[in-house]
């Protein structure tokens, strides 16, 4: 299955996000995009000279000095979406589907050596939904100038500004075309999209009802260079470090933060071992057949996540059962640690027959690149 963009809320999930709220005053992406531009011409990454792709290999040896460098030659340029996300765009929106697993190039793990999980049902969310599940919600953004498409996201904790998190955890592939292409246009996130269920059922609805934290618009993000250099719609190498942090603010002009409007956020835990992660929840909103993009569904198991590998050099990939479909994609994969909720990787690949879902260890890569950004003014 491709990436997926597009919607489940069990008790398990609920439980972690309840937590989360008490302590406060993914294969699944978007539809698919067109084709990547052509890669772009290797360029300089830091004041040591490095350059692409050759950096990749020395990735993990980058100072703060070489990503601020690498980031401002591939960055986000910001845009005014004031009054773009109306209700009619956003419904019309098709969910970006998981990357394709792409089973027959995974080095691990292989139908001889392990059995892949067995598919979990996704649950729908009851509505209204409970006010710990406000910090999941659905990212909207433009493919191309005439299509638009929709994944998942997480409202996630910033060291740099606690209690006034401004920053949405996410796949790459739900904002950056990959191989060198260029960001996805008119990116936004809606936080507990349609929560009280007013446009369940194909029913009317007003923008307020749909969107009842607003709308957030993106004005910074942050890929790995791996996912610029790499990225393609098959599952591969790249989808290793197939996540992205977006900054996002509300465009009403109130300067209130995004976890102070939804009322929390969520850590994350970086190089979370695989071994002690005994239950996990993903969350989105899937959209593609059987799912319809308006209700927030999540998978929960209790079986230990499978490893899944495509080059055993890279942070492996980990798998779970799950049936959601396209528009899923970015959304986030919950634990317990300490007690209390974390993400742990969001929704990357997933496969045609929609029965497992494969999303990237957050490892030293990924905490490099957050801790750059959330350092980083906007």
Same mark, same amino acid.
């Given at each position: ?15 972690l996000?309840? $937590? ?15 084709p990547?531009v052509?890669?772009a011409?290797?360029?300089a ?10 950096? %990749?290999?020395? %990735?993990?040896?980058?100072?703060a000095?070489?990503?601020a460098n ?8 910001p845009? $005014? ?12 929106a ?9 089973? +027959?190039? &995974?080095?691990?793990? #292989? ?9 979990v ?5 009851? /509505?209204?939904?409970?006010?710990? +599940? ?10 191309s100038?005439? @299509?638009d498409? =929709?994944?998942?996201?997480?409202v996630?904790s ?8 401004? %920053? ?27 929560r009280a ?5 194909g029913?009317?609805?007003?923008? =307020?009802?749909l969107?009842? *934290?607003?709308?957030? +618009? ?7 260079? /791996? ?5 393609s ?5 790249a ?5 992205a ?6 465009e009403?002009?109130?300067?209130? @933060?995004? =976890?102070?409007t ?9 190089n ?7 239950a996990a929840s &993903?969350?989105? *909103? ?9 209700? %927030? ?7 230990r996540l499978t490893? *899944?590998?495509y080059?055993? =050099?890279?942070?492996?990939?980990n798998?779970?059962?799950?049936t959601?479909?396209?528009? #899923?994609?970015g959304?986030?994969?919950f &634990?317990?640690r300490?007690g209390k909720?974390?993400l742990?990787?969001?929704? #990357?690949?997933?496969?045609?027959a929609g ?11 990924a ?8 350092r980083?003014?906007?």
């Amino acid at each position: 299955m491709s990436s997926i963009l597009r919607r489940s809320g069990a008790a398990a999930l609920v439980t972690l996000l309840a $937590l989360a709220a008490a302590g406060c005053a993914d294969d699944t992406g978007p539809r698919a995009a067109p084709p990547p531009v052509p890669a772009a011409a290797a360029t300089a990454a830091g004041k040591n000279g490095i350059k692409l792709p050759d950096a %990749l290999k020395d %990735l993990k040896n980058w100072s703060a000095d070489d990503l601020a460098n690498w980031a401002a030659a591939h960055g986000f340029k910001p845009e $005014l979406l004031k009054g773009y996300w109306n209700q009619v765009k956003m419904e019309a929106a098709k969910g970006l589907k998981p990357k394709d697993a792409n089973i +027959t190039s &995974a080095k691990s793990p #292989s139908r001889s050596e392990v059995q892949l999980p067995s598919a979990v049902a996704a649950v729908a969310e009851k /509505h209204p939904y409970n006010s710990a +599940t406000a910090v999941v919600g659905k990212i909207f953004l433009s493919v191309s100038p005439t @299509s638009d498409a =929709e994944c998942s996201g997480t409202v996630v904790s910033d060291p740099v500004n606690p209690g006034r998190s401004n %920053l949405v955890w996410t796949a790459a592939h739900c904002v950056h075309q990959g191989q060198g292409g260029d960001w996805f246009k008119r990116i936004g996130f809606v936080p507990s999209y349609n929560r009280a269920g007013a446009a369940s059922g194909g029913r009317p609805a007003t923008v =307020e009802q749909l969107a009842p *934290y607003g709308a957030w +618009t993106m004005d910074d993000g942050y890929i790995d260079p /791996h996912w610029y250099q790499e990225g393609s719609d098959r599952g591969g190498p790249a989808s290793q470090f197939d996540f992205a942090v977006i900054h996002v603010h509300n465009e009403d002009g109130s300067g209130r @933060s995004l =976890e102070e409007t939804v009322g929390g956020s969520i850590p994350i835990w970086f190089n979370a071992p695989a071994d002690q992660i005994t239950a996990a929840s &993903a969350y989105g *909103y899937p959209a593609d057949t059987p799912f319809d993009g308006l209700e %927030l569904e999540h998978c929960d198991t209790r079986a230990r996540l499978t490893p *899944y590998v495509y080059d055993a =050099e890279r942070p492996p990939m980990n798998a779970m059962g799950c049936t959601m479909t396209g528009g #899923s994609s970015g959304g986030g994969w919950f &634990a317990q640690r300490g007690g209390k909720p974390v993400l742990i990787s969001n929704t #990357s690949v997933g496969n045609d027959a929609g029965t497992f879902l494969a999303g990237p260890t957050l490892g030293a890569d990924a905490l490099k690149g957050f801790d750059y950004f959330s350092r980083k003014k906007h």
